[in-house]
């Protein structure tokens, strides 16, 4: 029910992005890999983690700017165009 209308998926859209953009920045030196630790301070991963803190950036970052890009497009369909939620 909380997520019936439209504006309210894209919010919810924007939030998981944002949600995963923060976990892959919260644990950044802890997936890197240890090779790198001359570099960077407590870096305990492998290639893999690298791998995966990448794609968790990547996707997060993409879902939250298409949300943010649908969440334009479907303002101005409601204000401009007076498009309704049953329509959209």
Do not use: E
Request: proline share 1%.
């Amino acid at each position: 029910q909380r997520l019936s209308t439209t504006h309210h998926r894209i919010l919810f859209g924007m939030a998981v992005g944002d949600i995963i953009v923060s976990l892959s920045l919260a644990t950044f030196n802890a997936m890197l890999p240890s090779d790198v630790g001359y570099f960077l301070w407590n870096a305990h991963g492998n290639q893999a983690t690298c791998n995966v803190l990448g794609f968790m950036g990547i996707v997060g970052v993409g879902m939250a700017q298409l949300y943010s890009y649908s969440l334009n497009i479907y303002s101005l369909a409601i204000v401009k165009y007076n498009k309704t939620d049953h329509y959209i």
